[in-house]
């Protein structure tokens, strides 16, 4: 499965931005997908998943209320919709799909992805 992210930018502290990731595999049903992000200097951390299956989705706490992921799956694509951003929310954001878990389990694979997408940077400015 090869992953692509884009809809990364800059934006004002208070704005929102939508990632989107298109998958070129299909997903199936214990397949999740989700975010993960990467500040400068800091080590990749989980922004949000989403279960294939089902839909269920699971969020760092750090995001909660104010990320929304989703999916459509007549397109493949996954969805990070970030409002109330913050300038701690920049980093580098990849999605990344990993096989036979749920969106919950996904959050605690550090790197143990099976694939992963190229970043799309998002800058929130002060």
């Known amino acids: 499965v090869q992953l692509q992210a884009y809809g990364g930018g800059l934006v004002q502290a208070g704005g929102s931005l939508t990632l989107s990731c298109v998958a070129s595999?299909?997903?199936?049903?214990?397949?999740?997908r989700g975010w993960f992000r990467q500040a400068a200097g800091k080590e990749r951390e989980f922004v949000a998943a989403?279960?294939?299956?089902?839909?269920?989705?699971y969020y760092a706490d750090s995001v909660k209320g104010r990320f929304t992921i989703s999916k459509d799956s007549a397109k493949n694509t996954i969805y990070l919709q970030m409002n109330s951003l913050k300038p701690e929310d920049t980093a580098v954001y990849y999605c990344?799909?990993?096989?036979?878990?749920?969106?919950?389990?996904?959050?605690?694979?550090?790197?143990?992805?099976?694939?992963w997408g190229q970043g799309t940077l998002v800058t929130v400015s002060s």
């Open positions: 990344g799909e990993k096989r036979g878990y749920n969106a919950a389990a996904m959050s605690m694979m550090g790197k143990n992805i099976d694939s």
């Open positions: 595999g299909r997903a199936y049903i214990s397949t999740s």
């Open positions: 989403i279960t294939w299956g089902g839909g269920r989705t």
